[in-house]
């Protein structure tokens, strides 16, 4: 069965430190890879998406970055944390085709 | 770009309908979809209509589709408690799979 898997859940991380949020999906290949946001509980900010290994699309431009080293693996990561990076991270995958996202748990980021 | 607006809470008593309303811009799109987010958890998909449906029913969610006046609903019957949290209404822009996301439905259910 399909799974994906992202970590950490939680991270607290002071202003200017670097990121790296990890995302992996088992159990299908070739698939469509997504970060969104989703500020103060609301509303859901596509950030990037991915179509194959070294396919990157930014839908948004802001302080952070995305790379897919591996056809199932999906890295979010910044440099440069800023307090506006605060938020609840969610990674998904879909086949490409109409049959909907699966999301990850998410990952709480608090940058103080 | 896709529009996508929901009213941002509802609250109803245990064993009563909810009814959660959704309005897009975009009338091409293929699929309409509605996802769940239960506090602090990634979302769920809740179900899919696809768009020459009008009506698609799966056990207690029954989802109305209007295409001339753009408006998709989930209504959830004999709502129970468990049934709390945020619904989301979420519409892919013509010639993409890449849906729009409304703000979210806050359902609150009371006993």
């Known amino acids: 069965s399909q799974t994906i898997h992202q970590w950490p859940a939680t991270l607290v991380q002071p202003v200017g430190s670097p990121l790296s949020l990890e995302c992996t999906v088992e159990g299908t290949s070739n698939p469509n890879l997504y970060w969104y946001r989703q500020a103060a509980g609301r509303g859901l900010q596509l950030l990037f998406y991915s179509v194959g290994i070294g396919q990157i699309s930014s839908e948004v431009p802001q302080n952070l970055s995305a790379s897919r080293p591996q056809d199932r693996q999906f890295i979010l990561s910044s440099k440069k944390l800023l307090l506006s990076d605060s938020g609840f991270y969610l990674c998904a995958w879909t086949t490409g085709t109409n049959y909907g996202y699966t999301f990850g748990s998410g990952t709480r980021l608090t940058v103080v | 770009g896709e529009d996508v607006e929901q009213s941002l809470f509802l609250s109803v008593r245990e064993g009563d309908s909810s009814v959660i309303n959704c309005t897009y811009t975009?009338?091409?799109?293929?699929?309409l979809y509605w996802y769940k987010q239960e506090p602090g958890a990634g979302l769920q998909l809740l179900t899919y209509?696809?768009?020459?449906?009008d009506m698609k029913q799966d056990q207690r969610l029954t989802v109305l589709l209007n295409k001339k006046d753009k408006h998709l609903s989930l209504r959830i019957a004999d709502t129970q408690t468990g049934d709390s949290a945020i619904y989301f209404c979420a519409v892919p822009s013509g010639g993409s799979y890449i849906p729009t996301f409304g703000r979210g439905t806050s359902l609150i259910v009371h006993p």
């Open positions: 209509i696809f768009s020459n449906m």
């Open positions: 975009d009338s091409s799109s293929t699929y």
